[in-house]
């Protein structure tokens, strides 16, 4: 097993009917002044969630910033750093999916930033951000985990850019996870959270095999939760249990803990942002494309891990070889049955532009990601031209 520090310090607050305890939460964090509630495009007044909360909060300050966009813009979020300049915010409630929450994040750093906080994302010399204000969170769509951990990704759409951020200063201080909210999302964005929650436990998991059996059989247990609980609720997100199941779910494959003491991927994230970046494809779509064929692209080295996936999460039989190439097929044909196209030619016309442009910015980058550090410009641009 290898080394590892492990701290998450978020509380979660899990289940209906929790919503009149943020109060509490908020007192806990010593909040008196004004608080920031911080969503996207709308959908959580058009549910009654805005409401809810004003209600819950009638005896706080609130002032509000609509208009987070998926895939959160640099540009909208500069304009909620000046908002909270302006009116002294002392805490920000994120309230929205994942890219609300990135949003939070980025904002909570930026606020107190002297310089232009874009070169914190560009990794510009030693561009960091140093103090963060304090904020929560109201996941309304399980899929990203960003509700329990401390990264964030954030665009630039008019330098095609996606970038990460994150450390010990972006944990939200609590987190509210509602399962009831599941029910008013669209068939496009359940499917999404779990290929996301799929592919946050792949990554964390489909590398070489481990003496960590402990970390690995919780891996297969998410992916055969998602696998048996994610069909229904894409039929019915009303059916509580469950939503709960995806929530809760979605929420493990990436608060911490599936990363301790096992090697990491992550390279199918970091090739799906740029296709979200030049495409403006939705983050789980570009991870169903890039997935499939980077495993077949590193087929070899990924080999016994995918044995073992195929053998005990989708149950097959034959020979090793068979078994793990079942295994990437079985992969595919999940996220297609969830009504996700894994081909990237079917999502733009410019499609094929993208293999020269991630090649280019592997390299400029000089990034070499993977568990083995070799997935490289070639590498990332031939999984990119299979994946056409
Ligand atoms: O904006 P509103 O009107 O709220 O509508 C949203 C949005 O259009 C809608 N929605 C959310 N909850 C709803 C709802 N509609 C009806 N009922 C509800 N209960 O769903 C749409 C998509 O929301 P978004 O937040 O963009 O989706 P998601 O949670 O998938 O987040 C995607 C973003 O998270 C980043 C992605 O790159 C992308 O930018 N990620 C963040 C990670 C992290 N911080 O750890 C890890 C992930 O790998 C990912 O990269
Ligand atoms: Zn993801």
């Given at each position: 097993m290898l080394n590892f520090e492990y701290h998450n310090p978020v509380k979660i607050v899990f289940g209906k009917d929790q919503l009149p305890k943020l109060p509490s939460y908020l007192s806990d964090e010593q909040v008196s002044g004004k608080v920031l509630i911080l969503y996207g495009g709308g959908s959580i007044e058009k549910t009654g969630l805005l409401d809810r909360i004003k209600q819950v909060l009638s005896s706080y300050q609130l002032s509000y910033f609509k208009g987070v966009e998926a895939n959160p813009e640099y540009s909208t979020l500069m304009k909620a750093v000046e908002q909270i300049r302006q009116e002294n915010i002392e805490f920000v409630l994120a309230v929205g999916g994942g890219s609300v929450i990135d949003a939070a994040k980025f904002i909570v750093g930026a606020v107190n930033y002297d310089g232009e906080p874009w070169d914190v994302l560009a990794r510009k010399g030693s561009a960091q951000f140093k103090d963060a204000l304090p904020f929560g969170t109201i996941l309304t769509l399980p899929a990203t985990g960003s509700e329990a951990n401390s990264g964030a990704v954030i665009s630039?759409?008019?330098?095609q850019e996606k970038r990460t951020m994150g450390g010990p200063l972006f944990f939200p201080k609590f987190s509210f996870l509602d399962p009831t909210l599941i029910a008013t999302l669209p068939e496009r964005q359940i499917a999404n959270g779990i290929i996301d929650a799929f592919m946050h436990t792949l990554e964390q998991y489909l590398t070489y095999p481990t003496q960590n059996r402990l970390q690995e059989r919780e891996a297969e247990a998410i992916l055969q939760t998602l696998i048996e609980i994610g069909p229904k609720v894409l039929q019915n997100p009303s059916d509580y249990d469950a939503a709960a199941n995806l929530m809760w779910c979605a929420t493990h494959a990436l608060?911490?803990?599936?990363?301790?003491?096992v090697p990491t991927d992550w390279a199918t994230h970091m090739i799906g942002h740029e296709l979200t970046a030049l495409f403006g494809i939705d983050h789980a779509r570009t991870l169903a494309i890039v997935a499939p064929r980077l495993y077949e692209q590193l087929f070899e080295e990924k080999k016994e891990k995918l044995q073992q996936y195929g053998q005990r999460v989708w149950n097959l039989d034959g020979s090793p070889e068979q078994i793990a190439q079942k295994a990437i097929e079985e992969t595919e044909t999940f996220f297609q049955r969830l009504?996700?196209?894994?081909?990237?030619s079917s999502y733009s016309?410019?499609?094929?532009?993208a293999v020269n442009i991630v090649r280019e910015r592997f390299l400029e980058r000089n990034w070499h990601l993977g568990e083995h550090k070799n997935v490289d410009a070639l590498i990332a641009a031939k999984i990119v031209e299979q994946s056409l």
């Amino acid at each position: 097993m290898l080394n590892f520090e492990y701290h998450n310090p978020v509380k979660i607050v899990f289940g209906k009917d929790q919503l009149p305890k943020l109060p509490s939460y908020l007192s806990d964090e010593q909040v008196s002044g004004k608080v920031l509630i911080l969503y996207g495009g709308g959908s959580i007044e058009k549910t009654g969630l805005l409401d809810r909360i004003k209600q819950v909060l009638s005896s706080y300050q609130l002032s509000y910033f609509k208009g987070v966009e998926a895939n959160p813009e640099y540009s909208t979020l500069m304009k909620a750093v000046e908002q909270i300049r302006q009116e002294n915010i002392e805490f920000v409630l994120a309230v929205g999916g994942g890219s609300v929450i990135d949003a939070a994040k980025f904002i909570v750093g930026a606020v107190n930033y002297d310089g232009e906080p874009w070169d914190v994302l560009a990794r510009k010399g030693s561009a960091q951000f140093k103090d963060a204000l304090p904020f929560g969170t109201i996941l309304t769509l399980p899929a990203t985990g960003s509700e329990a951990n401390s990264g964030a990704v954030i665009s630039r759409s008019e330098i095609q850019e996606k970038r990460t951020m994150g450390g010990p200063l972006f944990f939200p201080k609590f987190s509210f996870l509602d399962p009831t909210l599941i029910a008013t999302l669209p068939e496009r964005q359940i499917a999404n959270g779990i290929i996301d929650a799929f592919m946050h436990t792949l990554e964390q998991y489909l590398t070489y095999p481990t003496q960590n059996r402990l970390q690995e059989r919780e891996a297969e247990a998410i992916l055969q939760t998602l696998i048996e609980i994610g069909p229904k609720v894409l039929q019915n997100p009303s059916d509580y249990d469950a939503a709960a199941n995806l929530m809760w779910c979605a929420t493990h494959a990436l608060n911490g803990n599936l990363r301790c003491g096992v090697p990491t991927d992550w390279a199918t994230h970091m090739i799906g942002h740029e296709l979200t970046a030049l495409f403006g494809i939705d983050h789980a779509r570009t991870l169903a494309i890039v997935a499939p064929r980077l495993y077949e692209q590193l087929f070899e080295e990924k080999k016994e891990k995918l044995q073992q996936y195929g053998q005990r999460v989708w149950n097959l039989d034959g020979s090793p070889e068979q078994i793990a190439q079942k295994a990437i097929e079985e992969t595919e044909t999940f996220f297609q049955r969830l009504g996700v196209n894994t081909r990237l030619s079917s999502y733009s016309p410019e499609a094929p532009s993208a293999v020269n442009i991630v090649r280019e910015r592997f390299l400029e980058r000089n990034w070499h990601l993977g568990e083995h550090k070799n997935v490289d410009a070639l590498i990332a641009a031939k999984i990119v031209e299979q994946s056409l």
